[in-house]
């Protein structure tokens, strides 16, 4: 079998979208995920070890892309960066972000926009 992509899934406080990314795609056999998120209060901060950790990088909004190019721009120039424009009004593990988070992560992950 083929060595598992790891995936990091981003989001402001990782409370919600990057936290129900993560448990969804937990048990997936195609990858290995962790999620983070932006602020400083996350439940899991963003920082050099996970960005280092992943081959591909899932964010949920342009801004949480904006934000590693200008804390981690070394991160930014050398990893494979994919933004799903998933908006910050879902529970964690709603019906709906599952939904939403399934369709576009399955497209993204279809259309070889994680690399290899």
């Not at 790891?6 to 979208?17: D, G, P, S, Y």
């Not at 129900?20 to 990858?31: H, L, N, P, S, W």
């Not at 960066?81 to 939904?99: K, Q």
């Amino acid at each position: 079998m083929a060595e598992r992509r790891k995936i990091l899934f981003i989001c402001t406080a990782n409370r919600m979208r990057s936290a129900t990314a993560e448990k969804i795609y937990q048990d997936d056999v195609r990858f290995e995920v962790q999620s983070a998120g932006t602020h400083p209060l996350a439940d899991q901060v963003l920082d050099e070890y996970l960005l280092d950790w992943a081959d591909a990088i899932v964010v949920m909004e342009k801004g949480h892309r904006n934000f590693i190019r200008a804390k981690f721009p070394e991160y930014y120039a050398q990893k494979k960066i994919v933004c799903l424009y998933i908006p910050d009004e879902y529970a964690f593990m709603d019906e709906g972000l599952i939904a939403l988070l399934r369709n576009k992560f399955e497209e993204v992950y279809q259309r070889g926009l994680l690399g290899r």
